[in-house]
């Protein structure tokens, strides 16, 4: 019988014992797993843990900021943010394909990681927010979004790369990851967060990605989870996010004609991601979110609701 109080206790106890005086460190993602796994490890083994985030250019509104707040000022975690930008839009740009995109994205943070494996030296093990459904996937035939996407961050790292694994979280469903996530005091909003796909934003702007492109839909999306946040339905819908075609319509705003960006609002329910219905969210809701998008983020005219189910669509449109 599982018991949280115990599981912390004899984990950090674990940690300690497995690593002794050596180092560790961690790619913290801001996702719950990895965050879960640095929290809990900074509590075994304090300053002997190192992380870094990387900011791929990718991620949503301020999300760095908020991690590097979070892990590094409030818990005081030795975390570093690597600023990628330049680098993932660089090796994008002119790219539209997207199996093509997921790969140029996987490698990159595989590079990354040689880069801080060369930093860290003297670091023995290599931390990871690995749940028990990860462990389960990477056994077994593998669900359709691992066969018909590369998933970057399913399948392992580079064989060059020698480091001692270090997992606590490999016996964990994903709830009991909350727990502990709650009980080590992490914020509510970092705790309950939905998905966030490895490449991120990469996969929701349609086709090429630009810095353009990636600043408006950061906006657009903020606005899109900070409504649902308000109304109480974040926490009641599985996964929602804006996502930016490459299609530009005509509209009007006062007296001007604008040529800008179609939008789509995602939402979508579902229990274990393998198949999913679009949320019934309410039309004045809905209402309330396109116009504040329109009127607010420049370089959107047009948006939609997407109302396919998985399969078969899919919940990403990439
Ligand atoms: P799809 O679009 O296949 O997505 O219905 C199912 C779930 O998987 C997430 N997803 C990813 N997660 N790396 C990830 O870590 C990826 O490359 C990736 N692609 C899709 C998606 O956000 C959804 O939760």
């Known amino acids: 019988n599982w018991s949280m109080g115990n599981y912390i206790e004899s984990t950090v106890e674990e940690i300690r014992e497995k690593v002794g005086d050596r180092k560790v460190i961690l790619a913290l993602s801001g996702g719950v797993d990895s965050s879960v796994a640095a929290v809990l490890i900074h509590k075994a083994i304090g300053d002997q843990l190192s992380c870094f985030f990387v900011d791929t250019g990718l991620m949503r509104k301020d ?4 991690v590097m707040e979070t892990y590094g000022e409030h818990y ?5 943010c690597i600023d990628a930008e330049d680098r993932f839009l660089s090796k994008l740009a002119g790219v539209s394909d ?4 997921r790969k140029i994205i996987g490698n ?14 003297d670091a023995d093990f290599l931390a990871q927010g690995t749940i028990y459904p990860d462990v389960i996937e990477s056994q077994s035939v593998k669900g359709p979004s691992a066969t018909i996407k590369s998933h970057h961050n399913v399948g392992g790292l580079p064989e060059e790369m020698k480091f001692e694994l270090l997992e606590p979280l490999r016996e964990l469903f994903k709830d009991e990851v909350r727990q502990v996530g709650r009980e080590l005091g992490i914020p509510d909003h970092m705790i309950d967060r939905h998905p966030f796909p490895g490449p991120g934003l990469g996969i929701r702007i349609l086709g090429e990605v630009t810095r353009e492109k990636a600043d408006i839909l950061r906006e657009a999306d903020d606005i899109f989870i900070e409504e649902l946040r308000n109304e109480g339905l974040y926490s009641k819908v599985s996964q929602a996010f804006v996502v930016l075609l490459p299609v530009k319509s005509v509209g009007v705003m006062g007296d001007e004609r604008t040529y800008e960006y179609t939008a789509v609002l995602r939402s979508a329910d579902t229990t274990d991601f393998m198949t999913a219905t679009w949320s019934r969210l309410p039309y004045d809701f809905l209402e309330k979110v396109s116009n504040r998008i329109i009127n607010e983020v420049k370089g959107i005219n047009r948006m939609t609701y997407d109302i396919s189910s998985k399969p078969p669509a899919t919940i990403e449109w990439e």
Request: proline share 4%; net charge neutral; glycine share 0%.
């Open 76 to 80: 005081n975690i030795n975390i570093e």
């Open 98 to 101: 997207p199996e093509e995109k």
């Open 108 to 121: 990159e943070f595989i590079y990354i990681f040689e880069d801080q494996k060369k930093r860290f030296k």
């Open 63 to 66: 999300e760095a900021k908020k």
